[in-house]
Nanobody
Framework: QVQVVESGGGLVQAGGSVRLSCTLS????????MGWFRQPPGKEREVVAA????????DYADSVKGRFTISRDSAKNTVYLQMNALKPEDTAVYYC???????????????????WGQGARVTVSS
């Protein structure tokens, strides 16, 4: 059974940085595109960043471009989300998701992901 588990998060001041990690178990991460989504309080879930199987293709939500970086380490079966210059509006529960892919496509819609983590809360104080 494939599972993903997030770690990291917590309370951080505006302008600070946080790194989230997501480890996939049950299969090698090589076969999966990976994505980070978030759900702010009282709002719908939205895509934050996604990375293809090879790691060569990346995509970001406009609201985080230049501040967040997604990366993957296949040797550790782990994907990361480095978040810098955090703003109060980045406060949300962040979810990691895995999409089994046969190509190097970057999925950006949550329906394209089959496996989800439990979420990691990030709170940015002003």
């Amino acid at each position: 059974q494939v599972q993903v588990v997030e770690s990291g998060g917590g309370l951080v001041q505006a302008g600070g940085s946080v790194r989230l990690s997501c480890t996939l178990s049950g299969r090698t991460i090589y076969f999966y595109a990976m994505g980070w989504f978030r759900q702010p309080p009282g709002k719908e879930r939205e895509v934050v960043a996604a990375i293809s199987r090879s790691g060569m293709k990346l995509d970001y939500a406009d609201s985080v471009k230049g501040r967040f970086t997604i990366s993957r380490d296949s040797a550790k079966n782990t994907v990361y989300l480095q978040m810098n210059a955090l703003k109060p509006e980045d406060t949300a529960v962040y979810y990691c998701a895995a999409a089994l892919r046969s190509n190097d496509y970057v999925p950006l819609i949550d329906a394209e992901y089959s496996t989800w983590g439990q979420g990691a809360r990030v709170t940015v104080s002003s």
